[in-house]
T-cell receptor, first 116, second 115 residues
Framework: AQSVTQPDIHITVSEGASLELRCNYSYGATPYLFWYVQSPGQGLQLLLKYFSGDTLVQGIKGFEAEFKRSQSSFNLRKPSVHWSDAAEYFC??????????????FGKGTKLSVKP | ETGVTQSPTHLIKTRGQQVTLRCSSQ?????VSWYQQALGQGPQFIFQ???????GRGNFPPRFSGLQFPNYSSELNVNALELDDSALYLC??????????????FGPGTRLTVL
């Protein structure tokens, strides 16, 4: 079955420090992978996506992610975290449901706190 | 370009009641997907509507039903509410249903509390 695992429930980093959020997926074919961010009480905003091609993907707000097929991973990175990055981050894989594609299976999320 | 909107923002119901949540898709999008996000969890796919037809369904009972209208807006209906239905309900729209590369754009959600 398709699944997404985000091993870290909560991460705290200092402002200006680098960040890496982990994501592992289970999927039989070439996955469509996404990272979304959710601020408290808000919906989800797309940070970046991977469909094919270059395995290093650039997104908004200075985020990037690297697809590693051998490790079934799609980790999110940012070189220097800002206080405004504090939020919950969700990794997702595009899934098949009864022949239709495109619906998302999400991990449980990683909550990011930023220390001043 | 107007984004995805949802109404109401918050809703409180009692067990056994019925509820209807509404979603207006982004301009140019013909596909709407609904997700349930319980507290502390990631969103779970409920179902998708593409050009007014259901186009996929997750592991939710039949008391969760939906509609899509000719203008591609959508409703999520939940009958016989249970306490576990308390969650944030998210609507997402996209350009072309059922395509894996299609990006879904999310609304702000409706927070449903069942007492």
């Amino acid at each position: 079955a398709q699944s997404v695992t985000q091993p870290d429930i909560h991460i705290t980093v200092s402002e200006g420090a680098s960040l890496e959020l982990r994501c592992n997926y289970s999927y039989g074919a070439t996955p469509y992978l996404f990272w979304y961010v959710q601020s408290p009480g808000q919906g989800l905003q797309l940070l970046l996506k991977y469909f094919s091609g270059d395995t290093l993907v650039q997104g908004i707000k200075g985020f990037e992610a690297e697809f590693k097929r051998s490790q079934s991973s799609f980790n999110l990175r940012k070189p220097s975290v800002h206080w405004s990055d504090a939020a919950e981050y969700f990794c997702a894989v595009g899934a098949n449901y009864g022949g239709s594609q495109g619906n998302l299976i999400f991990g449980k999320g990683t909550k990011l706190s930023v220390k001043p | 370009e107007t984004g995805v909107t949802q109404s109401p923002t918050h809703l409180i119901k009692t067990r056994g009641q019925q509820v209807t949540l509404r979603c207006s898709s982004q301009s140019g999008h013909n596909t709407v997907s609904w997700y349930q996000q319980a507290l502390g969890q990631g969103p779970q796919f409920i179902f998708q509507y593409y050009r007014e037809e259901e186009n996929g369904r997750g592991n939710f009972p039949p008391r969760f039903s939906g509609l899509q209208f000719p203008n591609y807006s959508s409703e999520l209906n939940v009958n016989a509410l249970e306490l576990d239905d308390s969650a944030l309900y998210l609507c997402a729209s996209s350009r072309s249903g059922g395509v894996g590369t299609d990006t879904q754009y999310f609304g702000p959600g409706t927070r449903l509390t069942v007492l």
